[in-house]
């Protein structure tokens, strides 16, 4: 019986003194931040700790920053578990699909386009541009310069050039 | 990134570092978009000229390449025809009257820009009227 006492006794004091030994929150907290701030790839990220367990909130640059800085947080002494909050920035939005005008306008400017240039045939179907016949080297650039302004979907050279 | 924007690498490349402004460049049906405005009509010849190294017939039939000049009213554009004068019209289309004529060479000046193909002019003798911009060369 008294060694029983004794022995629980001594199991308190050891289990009193091994939870006073734990590092406290704000210590772990503190150590967070500290490896935070040594890594770039962790700007942004903050940690609040209770009981151990590290809360980590903010925006970062992308997802291998985010697991950067769980497995950071996971490292330090103290902590028990990370609930991993951060935020990475959407992706761009993909560019914006090009403008292309309608077939009545793309037949009104094909058809200054070539005004100069007669023996160049131009149709216009669906926004894609089709010229036929033929032209000299030196036009062809001022002609597909004209063209390309025009915002067709495509242009269909088929000019035999002289 | 794309076989296209592989292709065209080149002309990205140097409309980035010409300065274009309101830059894009996507993709539509397998037909490469690029469009912008070029601070100067040199740069839009420069991107014209690596085009034409790329596709010297243009025939490829995968690239629209878009680019206009920025240019504000006041600024004076030089006639840039073959040879002949350039028809000056009442409305912005060769359906339009002709209401004057800039000679071959002639600087006149740019009133407004209405469209990439129409642009107001007026001549030093005072006529005003839409001129077809392709040949106007920007001074």
Same mark, same amino acid.
């Given at each position: 019986?008294?060694?029983?006492?004794?022995?629980?006794?001594?199991?308190?004091?050891?289990?009193?003194?091994?939870?006073?030994? =734990?590092?406290?929150?704000?210590?772990?907290?503190?150590?967070?931040?500290?490896?935070?701030?040594?890594?770039?790839?962790?700007?942004?990220?903050?940690?609040?700790?209770?009981?151990?367990?590290?809360?980590?909130?903010?925006?970062?640059?992308?997802?291998?920053? =985010?697991?950067?800085?769980?497995?950071?947080?996971?490292?330090? =002494?103290?902590?028990?578990?990370?609930?991993?909050?951060?935020?990475?920035?959407?992706?761009?939005?993909?560019?914006?699909?090009?403008?292309?005008?309608?077939?009545?306008?793309?037949?009104?400017?094909?058809?200054?386009?070539?005004?100069?240039?007669?023996?160049?045939?131009?149709?216009?179907?669906?926004?894609?541009?089709?010229?036929?016949?033929?032209?000299?080297? =030196?036009?062809?650039?001022?002609?597909?310069?004209?063209?390309?302004?025009?915002?067709?979907?495509?242009?269909?050279?088929?000019?035999?050039?002289? | 990134?794309?076989?296209? *924007?592989?292709?065209?690498?080149?002309?990205?490349?140097?409309?980035?570092?010409?300065?274009?402004?309101?830059?894009?460049?996507?993709?539509?049906?397998?037909?490469?978009? @690029?469009?912008?405005?070029?601070?100067?009509?040199?740069?839009?010849?420069?991107?014209?000229?690596?085009?034409?190294?790329?596709?010297?017939?243009?025939?490829?039939?995968?690239?629209?390449?878009?680019?206009?000049?920025?240019?504000?009213?006041?600024?004076?554009?030089?006639?840039? %025809?073959?040879?002949?004068?350039?028809?000056?019209?009442?409305?912005?289309?060769?359906?339009?009257?002709?209401?004057?004529?800039?000679?071959?060479?002639? @600087?006149?000046?740019?009133?407004?820009?209405?469209?990439?193909?129409?642009?107001?002019?007026? %001549?030093?003798?005072?006529?005003?009227?839409?001129?077809?911009? *392709?040949?106007?060369?920007?001074?």
């Amino acid at each position: 019986m008294k060694v029983s006492k004794i022995l629980l006794a001594v199991f308190l004091t050891a289990a009193v003194s091994f939870i006073g030994c =734990k590092p406290k929150d704000s210590t772990i907290q503190k150590n967070i931040a500290d490896k935070f701030a040594a890594n770039p790839e962790c700007a942004g990220a903050t940690a609040t700790v209770s009981d151990g367990v590290a809360t980590l909130t903010g925006e970062v640059k992308d997802d291998m920053c =985010k697991n950067t800085a769980e497995t950071t947080a996971k490292d330090v =002494k103290g902590v028990k578990s990370v609930v991993n909050n951060l935020t990475v920035p959407p992706p761009p939005p993909p560019p914006a699909a090009p403008t292309v005008s309608s077939d009545t306008a793309l037949s009104q400017g094909v058809t200054d386009a070539t005004k100069d240039f007669p023996t160049v045939k131009a149709t216009v179907n669906n926004g894609e541009i089709t010229v036929t016949g033929s032209i000299k080297r =030196k036009d062809l650039t001022t002609l597909m310069q004209s063209l390309n302004s025009l915002h067709p979907a495509k242009i269909n050279n088929q000019l035999t050039i002289k | 990134m794309s076989a296209l *924007q592989d292709k065209y690498k080149q002309l990205i490349d140097a409309a980035n570092a010409a300065g274009i402004s309101n830059l894009q460049v996507s993709e539509q049906g397998n037909v490469l978009h @690029i469009s912008g405005d070029a601070p100067t009509g040199a740069a839009k010849d420069q991107l014209w000229e690596i085009y034409g190294k790329i596709d010297p017939d243009y025939r490829a039939g995968n690239l629209i390449l878009d680019i206009d000049v920025a240019a504000s009213a006041g600024t004076k554009a030089k006639v840039t %025809t073959d040879s002949t004068a350039l028809n000056i019209r009442k409305g912005p289309g060769t359906d339009q009257p002709i209401v004057g004529k800039a000679a071959h060479g002639e @600087i006149v000046t740019l009133q407004n820009k209405t469209n990439e193909q129409w642009w107001l002019i007026k %001549t030093d003798t005072g006529v005003e009227g839409y001129a077809y911009a *392709q040949y106007l060369s920007l001074q």
